[in-house]
């Protein structure tokens, strides 16, 4: 039986409100593609939204299309969180994901009228990104202001509260992460008791090898160091295989290649939320990718996203945030995006 109920009313609503508006979620990729602007014709393989269009089921499930607002930094200093949230509206997105709660030179925001904001915009506040650690008593952090970080959270309605540090808060020793890894058994046990999900965030480093142990991959030691019911993962997909292209030899020069797709069809119920950010292979970067907009990478992302929403139960388990970390142009990457994720259908 699926873990996710059938009739999600918050879901059903969203969708709703979009078909209202005409700018439903489960739009067809030629009205997506029309707003983005539609891309030249592609070479098989490139992964564009033009190669990527087939007749089959949507890949992308209806309700589950974020983005990490750290892509859009630049439009909420200058322009507030309202305007924002109107363009993200009008490219089909369902949910946003926060990386701090201010707006730069748009002035203050209090919680309640930001939440209210990303409601009427037909915007769901699925997570946000806060620190792990700080020297600083009073830093905004896990482990400095728990009960603060989590008071937010809760008024902003987030189901998910997370950081984007890895563990390396006393090393990287396997030890080390043992003891990272119980502080966040600790911060995922308080959200769990507020009705939300604790979550990590990689980037690639956190694929590397123990220093004192050169055959124990560090994300494995997470992974069984920390209570699946209390620690939750977000994987950033981009990241992940910058991991992989760096990682696949032990410091001995033995192979240990890796999946990063595999992580999450083993144990598919730890990954709540993902990350999906592009890269053109680059053998000559440091690593191995030049990250790009959704859509122009060579990351496949309907093989990717098809394999977990195929799983049984998971379709709608998941939620699907886009993310450039420096876009040349952030709507346009916003809307590039959106076009691409709804344009990809599964193989017939």
């Known amino acids: 039986m699926s873990r996710i109920s059938d009739t ?14 005409g700018v439903a979620a489960g739009a067809s990729a030629a009205a997506l ?3 983005a602007g539609a891309p030249a014709a592609a070479a098989p393989g490139t992964g564009t939204a033009s190669s990527a269009a087939g007749r089959g089921r949507p890949v992308l499930p209806p309700g589950r299309l974020g983005i990490q607002l750290y892509s859009l930094r630049d439009k909420v200093s200058t322009l507030g969180f309202a305007p924002v949230f109107a363009e993200l509206e009008k490219y089909g997105y369902d949910e946003v994901e926060f990386a701090g709660y201010t707006q730069g030179s748009a002035g203050p925001i209090t919680l309640a009228r930001l939440r209210r904001l990303a409601r009427d915009h037909g915007l769901t506040p699925i997570g946000s990104h806060v620190g792990y650690y700080s020297d600083d008593p009073n830093a905004y952090t896990f482990a400095q202001n728990l009960t603060k970080v989590l008071d937010d959270a809760q008024a ?3 189901k998910h509260i997370g950081t984007a540090s890895g563990p390396f808060r006393y090393g990287s020793t396997v030890d080390a992460w043992k003891r990272a890894a119980e502080e966040f058994n600790t911060y995922g046990a308080a959200a769990r008791a507020r009705g939300m999900k604790f979550y990590q965030h990689n980037h690639s480093d956190e694929f590397g090898f123990a220093s004192d142990d050169p055959t124990v991959r560090l994300y494995d030691v997470l992974l069984a160091e920390t209570d699946p019911d209390l620690v939750f993962l977000e994987m950033d997909i981009f990241w992940a295989y910058a991991g992989r292209f760096r990682f696949s030899r032990r410091p001995d020069g033995t192979a240990a290649p890796f999946e990063p797709l595999d992580y999450v069809l083993r144990q598919p119920h730890r990954y709540p939320l993902f990350h999906v950010k592009d890269g053109v292979s680059d053998p000559s970067d440091p690593f191995g990718y030049r990250m790009v907009d959704v ?3 060579d990351i496949d992302y309907r093989r990717f996203l098809s394999a977990v929403t195929r799983l049984r139960g998971e379709r709608l388990a998941h939620h699907w945030q886009a993310e450039h970390d420096n876009p040349a142009e952030s709507f346009t990457f916003a809307r590039k995006s959106s076009a691409h994720l709804h344009s990809l259908r599964e193989k017939c």
Do not use: E, Q
């Not at 999600?8 to 609503?13: G, I, M, S, V």
């Open 8 to 21: 999600d009313p918050a879901l059903a609503h969203r969708l709703t409100r979009r078909g209202m508006l």
């Open 295 to 297: 859509g122009d990478g």
């Open 33 to 35: 593609l029309g707003a």
């Open 156 to 158: 902003l309605g987030l």
